[in-house]
């Protein structure tokens, strides 16, 4: 069969078509699910909220990690969600909140807030919070003061693997 030109543009479609889709694919993730947010001396990577239904009116945060890139310690005091006041809750089994003096960050050190490990807490939360939406909220640090951020909202499937139980302690 002899070559024509048509051949070539069906076989370059063929191979282009899949090849566009993966990189469509991969810039719609890096985009929405993997965000950042650089303030100051902070860097702070993929803060995300479990989606919950208009019944429940409790959710957890977390943060992928907050670097401290200047020469002093920060710390991670609170947060907040649709105005509603986080409870920073350390990684251990009783999910107690965290020392009164919130999350230290040393100069070149991290802090994560993963599944499994320290969260932020926020009950009393009206509405749905629908998976792949944003929602605003902010953290609150130290000396980095209140930072403004987006909260991309994730399947609550990723914050079931965090199976510590959910206390809030009240202080007499």
């Keep these: 069969m002899p ?25 719609f993730y890096s985009t929405t699910f993997s965000h950042e947010l650089e303030v100051g001396t902070l860097l702070i990577q993929h803060p995300w909220v ?5 019944t429940n009116t409790a959710t957890t945060a977390y943060v992928i ?17 649709s ?5 920073l809750q350390e990684a251990d089994a009783g999910a107690r909140p965290a020392h009164e003096h919130g999350f230290q960050i040393e100069p070149g050190g991290f802090v994560r807030l993963q599944p499994g490990g ?20 902010t953290l609150e640090f130290e000396k980095a003061g209140t930072i403004e951020i987006e909260f991309t909202i994730e399947p609550a499937g990723l914050a079931e693997e965090d199976d510590t139980p959910i206390h809030h302690h009240t202080h007499h």
Excluded: C, Y
């Design 65 to 81: 990690e907050i670097q401290n890139r200047g020469t002093g310690p920060d710390r991670l005091l609170g947060a907040s969600l």
């Design 3 to 27: 070559w024509k030109p048509t051949m070539l543009k069906a076989t370059a479609r063929a191979l282009l078509s899949p090849i566009a889709g993966v990189a469509v694919l991969a810039f």
């Design 118 to 137: 320290a969260r932020i807490l926020f009950e009393g939360l009206h509405g749905a919070l629908k998976e792949g939406e944003m929602v605003k909220g």
């Design 50 to 54: 479990a989606a919950k239904d208009t």
């Design 83 to 87: 105005g509603e006041k986080g409870i």
